[in-house]
């Protein structure tokens, strides 16, 4: 049986993607990899890696996974800094998911910055 491919459509199976970050053996080099390895968390229902990511000022206390949404596909718009020396970025997307028989997509522009020289999610428009 084949590896499961990553959820953030690298084309690599998860584990050797975003698979790496969420165990914590490796850390997002970009705010679009921790972006992606986000959706990835979403996408495998791994709130913890999703907590953990998030930036200390806006990180709610808790974070409920809907079970029914089944997350299914991402496209990166565009991103604006968020490189390797950058302390901040951006990331615009469209995240496609299917609820309750009917399809939809999530479209944000989301900030990142870092702390302690990690990538953190901060917000998102």
Known sequence: MAPRRCPCGS?????ECCGRLHGGTSAAATAEQLMRSRYSAFAVGD???LLATW???TRP????LDPAVRWT???VLATSRGGLLDTDGTVEFRAWYRHD?????????SRFTRVDGAWRYLDGD
């Open 55 to 57: 930036h200390p000022s």
């Open 73 to 75: 596909g991402l496209d």
């Open 61 to 64: 206390p808790a974070l409920e």
């Open 101 to 109: 028989g009917t399809t939809g997509h999530q479209h944000e522009v």
């Open 47 to 49: 709130a913890a890696y």
């Open 11 to 15: 084309g690599l199976p998860h584990g």
